[in-house]
């Protein structure tokens, strides 16, 4: 069975202090592992998705890195609207379902 | 940018009620899928529905469930007989290529 944890559950930064956030897998053949940011009440929106280890993807203030164990979430001089849940998920095999991390609540203060 | 919606944003109904929560997916997917979240824990797979059947679904999803794709454009999640520990966020996604897109949400309340 998938698995996906995450850390920390709760990150608190200054504006511009830039840290990076983990997310450790255990999966059989790996398809995709994917992030995602949400908002309290709101729906998971997509950030990236990730397929092979060594790869990286760059979005503003954001990249994700994977290697065949973890992906990291590295946020560079982060801002108070970056505050959020950021979700960690992966899917495998021959299945169509995604399986979350309980995520990792950042908050910027200014 | 074309995205998923779901009505209504909020549910309130009694134990032992009928509920029908509605998507709307992205017009040129082609695989849907039904997530829940409780509060405070994570998100979690209910069930996929992939031309017309389901394709795969979890322990969650018992015959108190059902999904349907009425017509062309909307993608359905039944509750026969809703039970407290269903309150819950319930999530519609759409899939393109790897990635599933989530709607915002439907927050059901069962008291």
């Known amino acids: 069975e998938d698995q996906v944890t995450q850390s920390p559950e709760a990150l608190r930064l200054q504006e511009g202090e830039s840290s990076s956030l983990n997310c450790s897998y255990t999966v059989s053949g790996l398809r995709g592992l994917f992030w995602y940011r949400q908002d309290p009440g709101k729906g998971p929106e997509f950030l990236f998705t990730l397929y092979s280890a060594g790869e990286e993807k760059e979005k503003e203030r954001l990249k994700a890195t994977l290697t065949k164990k973890e992906s990291f979430l590295h946020i560079t001089a982060p801002k108070p609207e970056d505050s959020a849940t950021y979700l960690c998920?992966?899917?495998?095999?021959?299945?169509?379902?995604?399986?979350f991390g309980i995520g990792t609540k950042l908050q910027v203060i200014p | 940018e074309p995205e998923v919606t779901q009505t209504p944003s909020h549910q309130v109904t009694q134990m032992g009620q009928e509920v029908i929560l509605r998507c709307v997916p992205i017009?040129?997917?082609?695989?849907f899928y039904w997530y829940r979240q409780i509060l405070g824990q994570k998100v979690e797979f209910l069930v996929s529905f992939y031309n017309n059947e389901i394709s795969e679904k979890s322990e969650i999803f018992d015959d108190q469930f059902s999904v349907e794709r009425p017509d062309g454009s909307n993608f359905t999640l039944k509750i026969r007989s809703t039970k407290l520990e269903d309150s819950a966020m319930y999530f519609c996604a759409s899939k393109t290529e790897e990635t599933q897109y989530f709607g915002p949400g439907t927050r059901l309340l069962v008291l």
């Open positions: 998920a992966v899917n495998s095999g021959g299945y169509q379902k995604v399986t």
């Open positions: 017009s040129n997917h082609l695989y």
